[in-house]
């Protein structure tokens, strides 16, 4: 599977997968069919879980056995139901049983860490100073920030979530993360290794979007921006990441808006999207002009944010934009004339339903993602 896994899609080459299961991965299927159906829906009976998934009392009743066994799920009691019969008992993950560890490397200062529960639920949090630090320091950083948690572990660990910036390919693998001084940097390897637990590490804009999706109530069809020293974005269509054919979807931030006779960009390039939105660019804008310029540079930013993100949403079809940073800058003039330009560019039959709103999620949201990586790889919930 390694060898033939086509960069992009999950499913390889194969557009359309093949629907057969094969008999020895049905039992993980369903298996995860159950989970999900308790993670999602919580407290249920056997019944009303083999009503939902469409599977047997008897693969049911036999799954749950296993489950429980394992610690994963518990009963909770007995349904109030006034049907004759004796009532049913109620199941639901014990989602106190293992811990999860996830790691936010977005921020420029400092890398930070939690321990959560598997309903996504930061228990404990850890922060170490970047200091400066790159290349293999910056490694040894991520390292001791793990090694602090893990010290602070109640529960069994279920795996190791990293969001990171830069591009990272399927394997885990920081291709590129110009502020760490990583290239080919092989994280998940690192660290599956050093701690001998499941590791997955995803861009930090990935590992937001699926949080926003899990956590944060949003469609199957979303794009998360970023905005914080650069701007990305986060893709999920379908309910799927968008990896794209070099793992890059998603990177808007050097993508030149206009006619390119902006601010020149430390990319070598003017006017990009990041000269117009990165957090350090419009603060010193605010900075400069006083209160009374607030709101039109502000409503700027926004208006070039909407014209970055038109052509986006006309073309997949989006049904959601959430923005994620600080919301000082985000929340009010910037987000309303970003919207404003969606609507102007966009048609009204086809997007009129179109929402941009702030996560909730705050600035947990790429460690709350990394979570989401683990319960998805692990458990195969979300
Ligand atoms: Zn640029």
Redesign the pocket.
């Known amino acids: 599977m390694a060898s033939g896994r086509a960069r992009g899609f999950a499913t390889g080459r194969a557009l359309r997968p093949s629907a057969k299961i094969l008999p020895e991965h049905a039992r993980g299927h369903n298996r995860s069919l159950v989970l999900q159906t308790l993670y999602r829906a919580g407290r249920q009976s056997r019944a009303d879980i083999a009503r939902s998934t469409g599977l047997t009392r008897v693969t049911i009743s036999d799954l749950v056995s296993e489950l429980m066994s394992e610690g994963l799920v518990i009963e909770t009691g007995f349904s109030e139901d006034v049907r004759p019969g004796k009532p049913s008992t109620l199941l639901d993950i014990d989602r106190s049983a293992f811990q999860i560890i996830g790691i936010d490397l977005s921020d420029y200062a400092e890398f930070r860490g939690a321990l959560l529960d598997l309903g996504g639920n930061i228990q404990s949090r850890a922060e170490l100073s970047l200091a400066g630090s790159t290349g293999a320091d910056a490694t040894a950083k991520v390292v001791a920030l793990v090694e602090t948690l893990i010290g602070r572990v109640t529960a069994p660990v279920l795996g190791v979530g990293v969001g990171s910036p830069g591009i990272v390919d399927r394997e885990g693998v920081v291709l590129s993360a110009p502020n760490l001084g990583w290239e080919d940097e092989p994280l998940r390897r690192i660290l599956s290794e050093r701690f001998n637990l499941p590791v997955l590490v995803a861009n930090d804009a990935n590992a937001a979007v699926l949080a926003e999706h899990s956590f944060g109530g949003a469609d199957q069809d979303l794009m998360l921006v970023r905005v914080g020293h650069g701007v990305g974005a986060g893709l999920l269509l379908g309910g799927s990441l968008l990896f794209g054919s070099r793992f890059a979807a998603g990177e808007i931030g050097?993508v030149v808006v206009g006619t390119g006779d902006g601010t020149p960009?430390?990319?070598g390039?003017s006017g990009?999207l990041?000269t117009w939105l990165a957090a350090p660019r419009l603060d010193a804008r605010l900075a400069a002009s006083g209160a009374s310029g607030r709101h039109e540079i502000l409503g700027d930013a926004g208006r070039h944010l909407g014209l970055a993100l038109a052509p986006v949403v006309g073309a997949l079809n989006l049904s959601e934009v959430v923005l994620s940073g600080p919301a000082h800058l985000l929340d009010g003039a910037l987000a309303e004339a970003a919207i404003d330009t969606l609507r102007n560019r966009t048609m009204a039959q086809i997007h009129g339903d179109l929402r941009l709103r702030m996560t909730t999620l705050g600035e947990d949201i790429v460690m709350r993602g990394a979570a989401v990586m683990v319960l998805s790889g692990q458990l195969g919930v979300s």
Do not use: R, T
Request: proline share 0%; glycine share 0%.
């Open positions: 050097h960009c430390a990319c390039k990009c990041e």
